[in-house]
């Protein structure tokens, strides 16, 4: 009787579980090509670009330019009227997928529908989208779907699934006015918002929630996913809202799509299978063993921009990329559009950069590994297993000028190269570490590659699958 109660109770527990049945092997495979990857393109594009920041002769005072709507607290007629003058002529995809393939970059995740509610794809949902709202009159999403197939790249969809500011009964984060423009009835607005749940216009507040989530969210992620074919990654976003019965039935619709990987920003409980941090590069102590992937800007806004841009330089993105790849994480590297579609040229000119390093390196990035060595003073090391050998790569960033490079792993290398032109080095297994006599000039500025090859499997770290207790236990140890 008892055993009888308890594999009932194991039978519901595997018939509740939400994800399709996820054993650990099948874990990894799906992992495979996003650890693999290590390196993809964001891109945050909608009606916020026609703004580029400022409103009314105003630059918005705090944030991403992609929050203008909510900053600055545009109406939604007001909003709604200037999206109708959006026609990014200039809009060519294929621009974009050849961008970001001469980066190096292996994924791209597009902004189907960001806070501001605004489909960048035909929906059935709601009007307020790129076909039915626009003079420009074409699904974005599909023609960005083409291009990468046609160059073999792979695709995620970003979408916010409860912060929406056009569609009625969206959420709304509240953001005091002082964070957009100094309008003069701030102390008024302030007060609506406050308790109107962070809305600052009644026709946001004609349906509720639940209306909202029925009517445009779950209608809208199931067009995406019946629509495009082999979407790859699901990126959810501030899930304010998200009540455990929305993460089923979003879930019930992923049932078909195993294979899409989600980030951690679903809400109600539910973990996903990668975490982002955003604009860093955690510690190694705020690392736990399970995936992840840092999003980051070129400069400090994720829309575009049209003036007040701080552009961080091309050594220190190559050096974020190299430091995410030593800890065994993913890059999202951003791109904010304009509003006829051309990236920023400062956006470009850096990934330019980016992309004749990795030509070069981008074997010490793919498919590789943390390595069980504490950061050395030189730099990073990133390691790669296979056939019962390990090649660990040393990201040189501090050239030492003596010539001498020691890395301080106590385990008998076999050989000793500089990645970019194959030149032997010459080298000794010492008690400290493999010393490597190295040229005295740094053969690269940004950061020079040394592949050292080790005949045996070196310690490695285990990747943990994010715990998603609410739906099944799956421990993924690498195998
Ligand atoms: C969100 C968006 O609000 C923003 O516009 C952009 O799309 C970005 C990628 O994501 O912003 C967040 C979301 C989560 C955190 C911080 C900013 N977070 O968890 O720290």
């Given amino acids: 009787m008892k055993k009888f109660f308890l594999s009932c109770c194991l039978l519901l527990l595997c018939s509740v579980s939400l994800l399709a049945q996820q054993t650990s092997a099948s874990h990894n495979q799906k992992m495979e090509w996003w650890r693999e990857a290590r390196f993809g393109m964001f ?16 630059q918005q005072r705090v944030g991403g330019a992609e929050w203008i709507m909510n900053r600055c607290k545009i109406p939604v007629a007001e909003y709604q009227e200037m999206t109708r003058k959006f026609n990014p002529v200039d809009y060519d995809p294929e621009a974009w997928v050849r961008l970001a393939k001469e980066t190096g970059m292996k994924y791209i995740v597009f902004t189907t529908k960001h806070h501001d509610g605004f489909a960048m794809f035909k929906s059935n949902a709601s009007k307020y989208n790129m076909v039915d709202f626009t003079p420009y009159g074409k699904d974005v999403v599909d023609a960005l779907v083409k291009a990468c197939r046609k160059y073999g790249m792979k695709f995620g969809f970003y979408y916010s699934q409860s912060q929406d500011w056009n569609n009625p009964g969206g959420a709304t984060h509240r953001r005091p006015m002082n964070q957009g423009w100094p309008n003069p009835d701030s102390v008024a607005i302030d007060a609506y918002t406050l308790a109107h749940n962070g809305s600052w216009d009644p026709a946001q507040q004609t349906r509720t929630i639940e209306q909202y989530m029925d009517s445009v969210a779950i209608p809208q992620v199931k067009e995406l996913l019946s629509r495009y074919g082999d979407v ?25 799509y195993p294979n899409i990987i989600h980030n951690d920003r679903m809400g109600g409980g539910f973990l996903g299978e990668y975490k982002t941090p955003e604009q860093m590069i955690p510690t190694v102590e705020q690392l736990d063993g399970t995936d992840w992937e840092t999003c980051m800007t070129l400069n400090n806004s994720w829309g575009y921009r049209r003036s007040g841009n701080i552009w961080k330089s091309a050594e220190q993105l190559v050096t974020t990329l190299i430091d995410i790849a030593s800890k065994g994480g993913n890059l999202l590297l951003n791109v904010g559009p304009d509003p006829l579609g051309n990236i920023p040229q400062e956006n470009i000119d850096r990934m330019k950069v980016m992309g004749e390093w990795m030509k070069k390196y981008s074997a010490s990035i793919y498919g590789t590994e943390r390595c069980k060595v504490d950061k050395p003073v030189w730099g990073y ?16 960033i501090d050239w030492p000028k003596d010539g001498k490079l020691l890395f301080a792993l106590k385990e008998p290398a076999s050989s000793a190269r500089l990645l970019h032109n194959g030149k032997k080095l010459t080298f000794e297994n010492t008690e400290e570490g493999v010393r490597i006599a190295v040229p005295t000039t740094a053969p690269d500025e940004i950061a020079s590659v040394i592949e050292l090859e080790f005949d045996k499997v070196l310690p490695r770290y285990p990747i943990k699958a994010m715990n998603n207790n609410l739906y099944e236990i799956v421990d993924a140890p690498r195998e």
């Fill in 43 to 58: 891109v945050h594009w909608g009606p916020y670009a026609l703004w580029g920041g400022e409103y009314h002769g105003h």
């Fill in 232 to 256: 790859s990654v699901f990126f959810w976003d501030t899930p304010k809202g998200i009540t455990k019965a929305y993460v089923k039935k979003f879930l019930d619709l992923f049932k078909d």
């Fill in 381 to 396: 090391c990133t390691q790669k297993v296979k056939d019962g050998k390990t090649l660990v790569y040393l990201q040189v």
